[in-house]
């Protein structure tokens, strides 16, 4: 799962960034105002694994947003949108704290390619794989499997939401999240999912856990939320 915050002012652009970046997995928040995307930077409510930041914007520009990330020694991975192209413009960008600088105008190839490379050096870096219990979560594959001490491994057949769902249950064993946190972390800002989203992505994964033995796996924490319960971590 991979949450990205986009930043950029420009609609046919920042529609057509989205609509890649959805087609390859990814959840995004797009906002158009820098002022706007600094409250969500600091919103404890959700957390970005990268960011895109047009150069040029309303209210905060994104070196002004970079600045302030590297001031609070918030080690986001930043790619800086633009179409200043002179050598000087890009020393400033990663001066300000960012970590890649694309010019416009760019193929959409080049954009996911530099997002996979900041992903690969990033602080947050994830393993190639994360195993919880009988479960193991292949980031290359995009596929988690369970395998217990007599049978062979498996694939779990799920949809992108419900396998985004596991996987955050299993990047928080034993902690209890409640539906917001969840909702916040794996719907976009603005999609106004319904009431009961959670609940019911939660009622199909259980149903395909129970397939494999692991019905009573995610417990609910009646007034609160959820907590994953596996017997042990690898």
Known sequence: ???????????????????????????????????????????????????????????????????RLRSQNNPLPVLILTAKDQIEDKVEGLDAGADDYLVKPFKMAELLARLRS?????????????????FTLDYNSRTISYQNQISNAKVIPLTTKEFQLLEYFMKHPHQIVTSDQIRNQLWEVGADPISNVVAAQMRLLRRKLADFGSNSLIETVHGVGYRFNPTGNN
């Open 1 to 67: 799962m991979t949450k990205i915050l986009l930043v950029e002012d420009e609609p046919d652009l920042g529609a057509a960034i989205k609509r890649t970046l959805n087609q390859e997995k990814y959840i995004v928040d797009w906002v158009i105002d820098g002022t706007e995307a600094w409250n969500y930077l600091e919103s404890h409510w959700t957390q970005y694994n990268l960011a895109i930041f047009d150069w040029l914007l309303p209210g905060l520009s994104g070196l002004e947003l970079c600045k």
């Open 118 to 134: 900041l992903q690969r050096r990033s602080p947050q870096l994830q393993p190639q794989q994360l195993t919880i219990d009988h």
